[in-house]
C-alpha cells in the first residue's frame, strides 16, 4: 500500500506561483507513472499533469502548457508541480495519483491540497 500527501497549495493572486509536492511512502514509487489532476467546485476531477516512471515523459492539458511544470525526485519519493501564471480559472483542490505500477500495485490517490487563485 502506498499512501500519498500533497502539501503546498494555499491563496495566491492571480499572476501568482505555488509549487506542490505530493510524497508517496514505501519503495515503490519509481515504478508508478504520477500525474496531478484538479477538481473545481461543481466540476468532474480533470487530468493535469503526468510524468512517467523515469521522469523522461510529461504531458499536460492544453490549459497549463507552458505554465505549469512536473517533475519528480525518485530518491525523495516525491512529485512536484510548479505552476506559474496562475489564473482564478485554475482554483481547485489538486490531487497527486500514482498509476497502477509495475508490480502491479495501484492506483493510488492522496487526499488532495486547496489551490484558490483570487482575481
Known amino acids: 500500500q502506498v499512501q500519498l500527501v500533497e502539501s503546498g497549495g494555499g491563496l495566491v493572486q492571480a499572476g501568482g506561483s505555488l509549487r506542490l509536492s505530493c510524497v508517496a511512502s514505501g519503495r515503490t514509487f519509481s515504478t508508478h507513472g504520477m500525474n496531478w489532476f484538479r477538481q473545481a467546485p461543481g466540476k468532474e476531477r480533470e487530468f493535469v499533469a503526468g510524468i512517467s516512471r523515469t521522469g523522461g515523459i510529461t504531458s499536460y492539458v492544453d490549459s497549463v502548457k507552458g505554465r505549469f511544470t512536473i517533475s519528480r525526485d525518485n530518491a525523495k519519493n516525491t512529485v512536484y508541480l510548479q505552476m506559474n501564471s496562475l489564473k482564478p480559472g485554475d482554483t481547485a483542490v489538486y490531487y497527486c495519483?500514482?498509476?497502477?505500477?509495475?508490480?502491479?500495485?495501484?492506483?493510488?490517490w492522496g487526499q488532495g491540497t486547496p489551490v484558490t487563485v483570487s482575481s
Open positions: 495519483n500514482a498509476e497502477k505500477g509495475i508490480t502491479g500495485l495501484g492506483p493510488y
